[in-house]
Nanobody, 123 residues
Framework: VQLEESGGGLVQAGGSLRLSCTDSGRTFRSYTMGWFRQAPGKEREFVASISRSGSITHYADVMKGRFTTSRDNAKNTVYLQMNSLKPEDTAVYYC?????????????????WGQGTQVTVSS
């Protein structure tokens, strides 16, 4: 599993971004995929996860209704659509893969990580 995120950038509050994470390996569909973020001086926190088939998703409470994750197994890619962005959403966003069930929220449960992509929301 080799993950690479893209799509980060600078956006004004209220705007939207879509992050992508592509796996260059051949086993993408075997993994639950997760999204995490880490702001300066803070711990890495769970954002969302999606099951192998894409039929089950989980979100952190503060993201519900604003963020949506999806995946395209034919393209080995998972997405995070972020709407109504707030300055407090500013962070480095990471995708990660785990062999566990999609409700897992601890970073320690994810074995594979991308390098992260910066999202900055200006007020």
């Amino acid at each position: 599993v080799q993950l690479e995120e893209s799509g980060g950038g600078l956006v004004q509050a209220g705007g939207s971004l879509r992050l992508s994470c592509t796996d260059s390996g051949r086993t993408f569909r075997s993994y639950t995929m997760g999204w995490f973020r880490q702001a300066p001086g803070k711990e890495r926190e769970f954002v969302a996860s999606i099951s192998r088939s894409g039929s089950i998703t989980h979100y952190a409470d503060v993201m519900k209704g604003r963020f949506t994750t999806s995946r395209d197994n034919a393209k080995n890619t998972v997405y995070l659509q972020m709407n109504s962005l707030k300055p407090e959403d500013t962070a480095v966003y990471y995708c990660a893969a785990t062999g566990l069930y999609p409700g897992v929220t601890s970073p320690d449960s994810y074995a594979y990580w991308g390098q992260g992509t910066q999202v900055t929301v200006s007020s």
